[in-house]
């Protein structure tokens, strides 16, 4: 599934891949989970990240030079669209939710957006945990699209204004069982049997080019050259 602007990566990333990646979240994880506010609409909560200077910050940036899983991670989702990416910069921010009536702390919904993010950067949003129910939406498509987002599934797309998509989390789902790709990373990492973790990376690029023709975008010319 998949649009110009955006595509849809279904089993992305294995269970050992998974694992791999919310080890890497949870080492960084710096966030005091123990003295979140209990309220009666909870939000969705951002991870506080420790930084190389051992302060704690909502994004970590990383070097594209260095070896890592969330580079590994961004690398094959653009490998698995047929594009050949030369990356300048990655910067990783984890949003954390909960199913309805789960939590008094960290809510299960992100209302529907548009970014507005005119840096050129494209967005890998990487999915752990539960599964979630995603709409998203561009000014070529008559309805919202709705997407059922499981652990390991991606979503590459354009967060600019000229793009326009429109997408949001309209619920987070305690169905787990159903889902046999993040098993193993279950087992290890309890919190992600009752919660969903989007790992979105907003991703620098010095172009893009495709490696052959799709029904996409059939060129294999330069689609974006800063």
């Given amino acids: 599934m998949s649009d110009k602007n955006w595509f849809l990566l279904k089993a992305l990333l294995s269970q050992r891949e998974q694992l791999d990646l919310f080890s890497f979240v949870d080492q960084h994880d710096a966030t ?4 979140l506010s209990t309220c009666m609409s909870p939000s969705p909560k951002t991870l506080e990240l420790v930084q190389q200077n051992g302060t704690a910050a909502p994004t970590l940036n990383l070097n594209p030079n260095d070896g890592n899983v969330v580079l590994d991670s961004v690398k094959k989702a653009f490998d698995t669209i047929e594009w050949r990416v030369l990356i300048k910069s990655v910067s990783m921010a984890v949003i954390r939710y909960c199913p ?5 702390k960290i809510g299960s919904c992100f209302p529907c957006h548009i970014d507005h993010c005119n840096d050129g950067k494209w967005v890998v949003l990487i ?3 539960c599964n979630a129910m995603f709409q998203i939406k561009s000014p070529d498509m008559k309805e919202r699209e709705i997407i059922e987002l499981r652990s390991g599934d991606c979503l590459v797309f354009d967060p600019s204004s000229t793009a326009a998509i429109l997408h949001g989390v309209d619920v987070v789902i305690e169905d787990n069982k159903s ?9 290890k990492f309890e919190v992600l049997c009752g919660s969903r973790f989007g790992v979105q990376c907003r991703v620098s690029i010095e172009q893009i080019y495709l490696t052959k023709p ?5 060129t294999s010319k330069p689609i974006r050259k800063e």
């Fill in 32 to 35: 005091d989970w123990g003295n």
């Fill in 100 to 104: 309805p009536g789960t939590s008094q």
């Fill in 127 to 129: 999915s752990l945990g």
């Fill in 179 to 187: 889902n046999e790709r993040w098993t193993e990373c279950g087992e």
């Fill in 214 to 218: 799709n029904n996409t975008n059939p």
